[in-house]
């Protein structure tokens, strides 16, 4: 079972559209990460998230923080095709100090 | 900015044959984690290390050993290897370990097994 679900599994869109990719949990979280990773390549953290309810923009990229720390969502404004890669969202719950990641979000954006 | 330097970046083994990836972490950084990744896959955490001690380990096999040195870069060896252990090889640093300290990754040694 997977701790972090993340949703869709897969996106392809057009140069200019708007997308949200979600990360989804029934735990708490103490912080939660965003990542993008291109094919062959290490994942680049994008934002770092702690208190419930926040918003972080990076960007044409909003971040967001449930309320209650257990979900996430990732919004892009007027996608590029220099968004498209691999989005993962890896967090920390409990005393744990190791990231759990979810599976990513697969993005596309055509020209 | 200086990242995470890993080495090498591509490493093709024989089954049965050892392994050995190398990590650089940031400068300043005193925590190191190593991640498999496989095709289509999560990175999945194999071991970490905070001031040359091993703080965390996961599922990391038997077959497979790291140590991090004086200067806090790591190493990981890798014996006996399986066609199964073809995988992206992660290491990350952070400064200190804790809820909320931030993890960067390295560009990824890319292993295959033949």
């Known amino acids: 079972t997977q701790l972090l679900e993340q949703s869709p599994q897969f996106l392809s869109i057009q140069e200019g559209e708007n997308l949200t990719v979600y990360c989804n949990s029934s735990?708490?979280?103490?912080?939660l990460q965003w990542y993008r990773q291109e094919p062959g390549e290490g994942p680049v953290l994008l934002v770092t998230?702690?208190?419930?309810?926040e918003v972080k923009k990076l960007k044409r990229l909003t971040f967001q923080f449930g309320d209650a720390r257990k979900d996430s969502s990732l919004h892009i404004t007027a996608a590029q095709p220099g968004d498209t890669g691999l989005y993962l969202c890896?967090?920390?719950?409990?005393?744990?100090?190791?990231?759990?990641f979810g599976r990513g979000t697969s993005l596309i954006v055509h020209p | 900015a200086a990242g995470v330097i890993q080495s090498p970046r591509h490493l093709i083994k024989e089954k049965r044959e050892t392994a050995t990836l190398k990590c650089y972490p940031i400068?300043?950084?005193?925590?190191v984690y190593w991640y498999q990744q496989g095709p289509g896959q999560d990175p999945q955490f194999l071991i970490s290390?905070?001031?040359?001690?091993?703080?965390d380990k996961g599922s990391i096999p038997d077959r497979f050993s790291a140590q991090q040195f004086s200067d806090y870069h790591s190493e990981l060896n890798m014996s006996s290897l399986e066609l199964g252990d073809s995988a992206l090889y992660f290491c990350?640093?952070?400064?200190?370990?804790?809820?909320?300290?931030?993890?960067?990754f390295g560009p990824g040694t890319r292993l295959t097994v033949l």
């Open positions: 890896a967090a920390k719950s409990g005393g744990s100090y190791i990231p759990t």
């Open positions: 290390f905070y001031e040359k001690m091993q703080s």
């Open positions: 735990s708490v979280f103490s912080s």
């Open positions: 990350a640093s952070s400064l200190g370990v804790g809820s909320y300290n931030e993890q960067f």
């Open positions: 400068p300043r950084h005193d925590t």
């Open positions: 998230v702690v208190t419930g309810g």
